[in-house]
């Protein structure tokens, strides 16, 4: 089993300032995911990253995938309070046809105002 | 267009008991799984399917059939309700690509109780 070690587990902030949350594997991934979670949802997709060194951006959210294509970043500017939930990496397996996303356990962030 | 749909959203069942829960999708995915989310453990896939009659097993399958007899639907039955079964239940969809999935959609979840 291929595994996703986000850090850190737990992120208290205040509005306004800026974050990043990691996700690293010693395995390398075809692809990379970020989903968020809000409480008593489902996850939703942030960003697929694919190519090693992509950086992607979504508004004051930058997602960088690593050279080696075995760990990503979040970055996240000014942060709000709506920012606020859980955020999840997630990894497709290199080589061959696999249909499995291996999941961080996530980053619990909350963004005070 | 409903997306990805979960009944029930809670249940409490007693140690022994069986149900199945349900999902449902209508975006015509190919591709659809279960996952179990527990406090500090991540989503862990249970069992997934490609296609019609076709369903595997992912990382925590013991205790839990799946079937697949419509593009449509995906049903999670637990056969014998255990304490440790006591989770947050997702169920996600998506097309097939070349090689792998397309985004994830996941239903809102149903939160299990083994008493």
């Known amino acids: 089993t291929q595994l996703l070690e986000q850090s850190p587990q737990f992120l208290s902030i205040q509005e306004g300032e800026n974050l990043t949350v990691y996700c690293n594997s010693s395995?390398?991934?075809?692809?990379l995911q970020w989903y968020r979670q809000e409480p008593g949802e489902g996850p939703v997709l942030l960003v697929t990253?694919?190519?090693?060194?992509e950086v992607k951006k979504l508004k004051r959210l930058t997602f960088q995938f690593g050279d080696a294509r075995k760990d990503s970043s979040l970055h996240i500017t000014a942060a709000q309070p709506g920012d606020t939930g859980l955020y999840l990496c997630?990894?497709?397996?290199?080589?061959?046809?696999?249909?499995?996303?291996?999941f961080g356990k996530g980053t619990l962030l909350t963004v005070n105002p | 267009n409903a997306g990805v749909t979960q009944t029930p959203k809670f249940q409490v069942l007693k140690t022994g008991q069986s149900m199945t829960l349900q999902c449902a999708q209508d975006m015509n995915h190919e591709y659809m799984s279960w996952y179990r989310q527990d406090p500090g453990m991540g989503l862990r896939l249970i069992h997934y399917s490609v296609g019609a009659g076709i369903t595997d097993q992912g990382e925590v399958p013991n205790g839990y059939n799946v079937s697949r007899s419509t593009t449509e639907d995906f049903p999670l039955r637990l056969l014998s309700a255990a304490p440790s079964q006591t989770s947050v239940y997702f169920c996600?969809?998506?097309?097939?690509?070349?090689?792998?999935?397309?985004?994830?959609?996941f239903g809102p979840g149903t939160r299990l109780t083994v008493l």
């Open positions: 395995s390398v991934f075809s692809s």
């Open positions: 997630a990894g497709r397996n290199s080589g061959g046809s696999n249909y499995k996303l291996t």
């Open positions: 996600a969809s998506s097309y097939l690509l070349r090689g792998g999935t397309d985004t994830q959609y």
């Open positions: 990253v694919v190519t090693g060194g």
